[in-house]
Nanobody
Framework: QVQLEESGGGLVQAGGSLRLSCVAS????????MAWYRQAPGKQRELVAE???????NYADSAKGRFTISRDDAKNTVYLQMTSLKPEDTGVYYC?????????????WGQGTQVTVSS
């Protein structure tokens, strides 16, 4: 069973930076993509950034120019570097990985790490 473990969350002032890390229990090379999602209080979980096995990265409009997703497959780790943080970036950040198993997408999730940005 795949396990994902996030770290790096915390409390930061607006304009500050944080780097989130997500370590997978096995090789990250087996996944079609790895991503970071955010769930703000009272809102649905939303995609923040995604990195595909083909090297393509996708970002939410709110993250473009401020956040960078990267992968280190040798360390089975995906990172989210967040800069110029805003209070609206506050939420629980979840690491996600998915792969196709018997023609079906299978998603894996971490437990989440809290990011709080104070104004």
């Amino acid at each position: 069973q795949v396990q994902l473990e996030e770290s790096g969350g915390g409390l930061v002032q607006a304009g500050g930076s944080l780097r989130l890390s997500c370590v997978a229990s096995g090789s990250t090379r087996v996944f079609n993509a790895m991503a970071w999602y955010r769930q703000a209080p009272g809102k649905q979980r939303e995609l923040v950034a995604e990195s595909t096995s083909g090297g393509i990265t996708n970002y939410a409009d709110s993250a473009k120019g401020r956040f960078t997703i990267s992968r280190d497959d040798a360390k089975n780790t995906v990172y989210l570097q967040m800069t110029s943080l805003k209070p609206e970036d506050t939420g629980v950040y979840y690491c996600n990985a998915w792969k196709i198993v018997i023609f079906t997408r299978r998603d894996y999730w971490g437990q989440g790490t809290q990011v709080t940005v104070s104004s």
